[in-house]
């Protein structure tokens, strides 16, 4: 099993700051695989990136993602208000799917 | 607007089997570039992936719940459905059903239902 670890496990930033979220795989990912997901309380996940790299549909272009490998990168150039939420990173491979622990990213 | 929405009992009793049912709306199960998946969250956690499903029959399993997880698929109903038996506290979860992109292509999980909460408790 992959076993995804996300860091930090809570970010305090203002709205405008940039946000940087890191996931790292316990072993080599195929960039294809990887995804990034944002859950608001009391709401299901919202796919935000797939692929490593690609915006879903509708996301703004202030969320992107990078990496490959081991370690991958979501970030959100300036936070806005609604941004403020738990982020989830998630792989596929060997037929199953892992997710991170998440990290919240909160109002200072 | 493709749209999954969960169904099942509110309340499941220790040892008893949880059973839910995914029912999609504007869309077809049978698409052949998806599967369909169930993933939980347990009060304050994080997310869990149960298992999957092609319409085709192919099944996926969580190796940690394999031995007490049944995915099916009813297409005339474009439905399908999760059992987990001999629930205990610990499977106390907001159950989601979603679907999932071609395991051959980029396989995220893209459509999501709103989720049913589950406890376990007698």
């Known amino acids: 099993e992959i076993v995804l670890t996300q860091s930090p496990g809570t970010l305090s930033l203002s709205p405008g700051e940039r946000a940087t979220l890191s996931c790292r795989a316990s072993?080599?990912?195929?960039?294809?695989?990887l995804a990034w997901y944002q859950q608001k309380p009391g709401q299901a996940p919202r796919l935000l990136i797939y692929a490593a790299s690609r915006r879903a549909t509708g996301i703004p272009d202030r969320f992107s993602g990078s990496g490959s490998g081991t370690d991958f990168t979501l970030t959100i150039s300036r936070l806005e208000p609604e941004d403020f939420a738990v982020y989830y990173c998630?792989?596929?491979?060997?037929?199953?799917?892992?997710f991170g622990q998440g990290t919240k990213v909160e109002i200072k | 607007q493709l749209q999954l929405q969960e169904s099942g009992p509110g309340l499941v009793k220790p040892s008893e089997t949880l059973s839910l049912t995914c029912t999609i709306s504007?869309?077809?199960?049978?698409?052949?570039?998806?599967?369909w998946g169930w993933i939980r969250q347990p009060p304050g956690k994080g997310l869990e992936w149960i298992g999957s499903i092609y319409y085709r029959g192919s099944t996926y399993y969580n190796p940690s719940l394999k031995s007490r997880v049944t995915i099916s698929i009813d297409m005339s109903k474009n439905q399908f459905s999760l059992k987990l038996s001999s629930v205990t506290a610990a499977d106390t979860a907001v159950y989601y059903c979603a679907r999932h992109a071609d395991l051959y292509s980029t396989s995220e999980f893209d459509y999501w239902g709103q989720g049913t909460l589950v406890p376990v408790s007698s």
């Open positions: 072993q080599s990912v195929s960039s294809s695989y």
């Open positions: 998630q792989q596929y491979g060997n037929s199953q799917w892992t």
């Open positions: 504007g869309g077809s199960i049978s698409s052949s570039s998806y599967y």
